[in-house]
């Protein structure tokens, strides 16, 4: 960052939220703008020669979307700060919530944008750039093999292949593939946040499970059931979970 500046670049194919999100910016004095790109391969080639400190990114646009764009900036080893835009899209809203990015809702609001430059200026964004990116891929790509570290050493899975897990004191036991079972040197809160979170949910203190293998929920007897190679398996849910669990199904 330039002493008293904030160098930014703006990614977006509309040309019309282009000049919006462009005239509140010059409006601020310690905004310096070095380039508007209408898609990702424009912005990709800026970013082989200059870094800005701030990317103001478009999620929907044509060919490469503006995660994809994310993907190849991790590969280049930089670490921009990025505040997505987006129309009001759930599912690209909710990836990038997951993973913790700041985002404006369009059409662009001069006070949300100066909320998120406060917030900008008040973290150090750099330092959580990998984290960031490594949660946003997850979620967009659920089927993505992840690492879960057990007692022997890791294991990598397709979070599809796993059933369910259940924790034991500050361990938890996958289960996973061909009635395979992994214990991790990992607790519970640390496996779910490693888990696509439109895939999994979360029944009790002690379990989550895989949506794709559930199969009925009662509440008169307050428990759920997965289909697993041909056999039911029951769980406690609590109403509270139950309730939830009715919402998230819609």
């Given at each position: 960052?330039?002493?008293?500046?904030?160098?930014?670049?703006?990614?977006?194919?509309?040309?019309?939220?282009q000049?919006v999100?462009?005239?509140?910016?010059?409006?601020?004095?310690e905004?310096?703008?070095?380039?508007?790109?209408?898609?990702?391969?424009?912005a990709?080639?800026?970013?082989?020669?200059?870094?800005?400190?701030?990317?103001?990114?478009?999620?929907?646009?044509?060919?490469?979307?503006g995660?994809?764009?994310?993907?190849?900036?991790?590969?280049?080893?930089?670490?921009?700060?990025?505040?997505?835009?987006?129309?009001?899209?759930k599912?690209?809203?909710?990836a990038?919530?997951?993973?913790?990015?700041?985002?404006?809702?369009?059409?662009?609001?001069?006070?949300?944008?100066?909320?998120?430059?406060?917030?900008?200026?008040?973290?150090?964004?750099?330092?959580?750039?990998?984290?960031?990116?490594?949660?946003?891929?997850?979620?967009?790509?659920?089927?993505?093999k992840?690492?879960?570290?057990?007692?022997?050493?890791?294991?990598?899975?397709d979070?599809?292949?796993i059933?369910?897990?259940?924790?034991?004191?500050?361990y938890t036991?996958?289960?996973y593939?061909?009635?395979?079972?992994?214990t991790?040197?990992?607790?519970?809160?640390?496996?779910?946040?490693?888990?696509?979170?439109?895939?999994?949910?979360?029944?009790?203190?002690s379990?989550?499970?895989n949506?794709?293998?559930?199969?009925?929920?009662?509440?008169?007897?307050?428990?759920?059931?997965?289909h697993?190679?041909g056999?039911?398996?029951?769980?406690?849910?609590?109403?509270?979970?139950?309730?939830?669990?009715e919402?998230?199904?819609?």
């Amino acid at each position: 960052m330039k002493e008293d500046k904030i160098t930014v670049m703006i990614v977006d194919d509309d040309i019309r939220s282009q000049q919006v999100l462009e005239y509140h910016l010059r409006s601020i004095p310690e905004i310096e703008i070095l380039a508007i790109a209408s898609g990702a391969g424009e912005a990709y080639r800026f970013l082989l020669e200059t870094v800005p400190d701030l990317i103001f990114l478009d999620v929907e646009m044509p060919g490469k979307t503006g995660f994809d764009l994310v993907g190849e900036i991790r590969k280049l080893g930089i670490n921009p700060s990025i505040i997505f835009q987006t129309a009001f899209d759930k599912y690209a809203l909710e990836a990038i919530k997951h993973a913790a990015f700041d985002y404006l809702l369009k059409p662009i609001d001069k006070e949300e944008l100066l909320l998120a430059l406060a917030k900008f200026k008040a973290s150090n964004h750099k330092h959580q750039f990998e984290d960031q990116v490594a949660r946003l891929i997850r979620h967009i790509d659920p089927n993505r093999k992840i690492r879960l570290n057990s007692k022997k050493g890791f294991i990598l899975v397709d979070p599809d292949d796993i059933y369910y897990c259940r924790a034991e004191w500050n361990y938890t036991d996958v289960h996973y593939g061909d009635n395979q079972k992994a214990t991790l040197s990992m607790n519970l809160r640390k496996v779910q946040e490693l888990l696509p979170e439109r895939s999994f949910f979360r029944i009790s203190r002690s379990t989550i499970i895989n949506m794709k293998y559930l199969t009925e929920v009662s509440r008169l007897d307050h428990t759920c059931t997965l289909h697993i190679h041909g056999k039911n398996i029951h769980f406690p849910i609590t109403r509270e979970h139950i309730a939830e669990l009715e919402e998230r199904v819609g």
